[in-house]
């Protein structure tokens, strides 16, 4: 039976680690709060390029010029405080983790962070300029292209988390091949129904022209070519790893404890 005070702890460090990381958002957010239309008119930026000449974005919503750069600053701040976040999540598994598992969690949180920044900054850098440009050209003659400020917030911020997860693809592949779900070699047997998956999802996440989804499929595919061998690099440390952390034989009743 578990110890009643022990479980006690673990509660109130979570509860002090949330708030911690809660905290560094709030933080983050009062920094950025007096720069919200101007972070709104930067995230904007790629549509107003491709607006016709005199056209404008509009607010259909009596509150939304003010809502729709406070929603984007709340996000942007959680965006920037991930790091943090990660880490306050690290400092409370890290003690219950063994030592092979730590070698796999800490540069699987920092690299996921890390690509989820890259499909952010793929999407914005490189995919909304197509896309709107592409939107634009599309519109029948004598249809004005205004778009509403709350609207065009909620369609860049889905696009953002689709290429952010999109970009988590080697994370996945590397749990599949370390846990022993998968490996290399049948991924690699599998690849052609991989690129055949990425140009599907490609053309489900962006417009439906060509050039953006091949601009979002071949980077899945690449990304799903570095995770196979970096999956593979660790699945096969993996059984080494285990055997180290192979607690020794104990008595009865005992419990190993863990490194």
């Given at each position: 039976?578990?110890?009643?005070?022990?479980?006690?702890?673990?509660?109130?460090?979570?509860?002090?680690?949330?708030?911690?990381?809660?905290?560094?958002?709030?933080?983050?957010?009062?920094?950025?709060?007096?720069?919200?239309?101007?972070?709104?008119?930067?995230?904007?930026?790629p549509?107003?390029?491709?607006?016709?000449?005199?056209a404008?974005?509009?607010?259909?919503?009596?509150?939304?010029?003010?809502?729709?750069?406070?929603?984007?600053?709340?996000?942007?701040?959680f965006?920037?405080?991930i790091?943090?976040?990660?880490y306050?999540?690290?400092?409370?598994?890290?003690?219950?983790?063994?030592r092979n598992?730590?070698?796999?969690?800490?540069?699987l949180l920092?690299?996921?962070?890390l690509?989820f920044?890259a499909?952010?900054?793929?999407a914005?850098?490189?995919?909304?300029p197509?896309?709107f440009?592409?939107?634009?050209?599309?519109?029948?003659?004598?249809?004005?292209?205004?778009?509403?400020i709350?609207?065009?917030?909620n369609?860049?911020?889905?696009?953002?988390?689709a290429?952010?997860?999109?970009?988590?693809?080697?994370?996945?592949?590397?749990l599949?091949c370390?846990?022993g779900?998968?490996?290399?070699?049948t991924?690699?047997?599998?690849?052609?129904y991989?690129?055949?998956?990425?140009f599907?999802?490609?053309?489900?996440l962006?417009?439906p022209?060509?050039?953006?989804?091949?601009?979002l499929a071949?980077?899945?595919?690449?990304?799903?070519?570095?995770?196979?061998?970096?999956?593979?690099?660790?699945?096969?440390?993996?059984?080494?790893?285990?055997?180290?952390?192979?607690p020794?034989p104990?008595?009865?009743?005992?419990?190993?404890?863990?490194?």
């Amino acid at each position: 039976m578990s110890d009643p005070n022990s479980l006690i702890s673990h509660l109130i460090e979570l509860r002090s680690r949330i708030l911690k990381a809660l905290a560094s958002v709030l933080v983050v957010f009062a920094c950025l709060a007096y720069f919200a239309n101007d972070l709104y008119q930067l995230l904007a930026m790629p549509l107003l390029r491709s607006l016709p000449e005199n056209a404008t974005m509009i607010a259909t919503d009596v509150a939304s010029p003010f809502f729709a750069p406070f929603k984007l600053t709340l996000v942007l701040s959680f965006f920037l405080a991930i790091p943090y976040v990660l880490y306050q999540v690290w400092g409370f598994i890290a003690p219950g983790l063994y030592r092979n598992e730590k070698k796999l969690v800490a540069p699987l949180l920092l690299s996921s962070t890390l690509l989820f920044y890259a499909g952010m900054a793929f999407a914005y850098f490189v995919v909304f300029p197509i896309a709107f440009a592409f939107f634009n050209s599309v519109a029948p003659e004598g249809v004005t292209v205004s778009t509403d400020i709350s609207s065009y917030l909620n369609f860049v911020l889905k696009l953002f988390f689709a290429f952010g997860v999109s970009f988590e693809i080697p994370i996945a592949i590397i749990l599949l091949c370390w846990t022993g779900v998968t490996d290399a070699k049948t991924l690699r047997q599998k690849r052609p129904y991989v690129v055949v998956g990425a140009f599907v999802v490609g053309m489900l996440l962006t417009p439906p022209d060509v050039i953006s989804q091949t601009l979002l499929a071949i980077p899945m595919w690449l990304l799903f070519e570095v995770g196979v061998i970096v999956g593979g690099l660790y699945a096969g440390t993996r059984d080494e790893d285990l055997d180290e952390d192979e607690p020794e034989p104990s008595s009865p009743g005992s419990t190993p404890d863990k490194k």
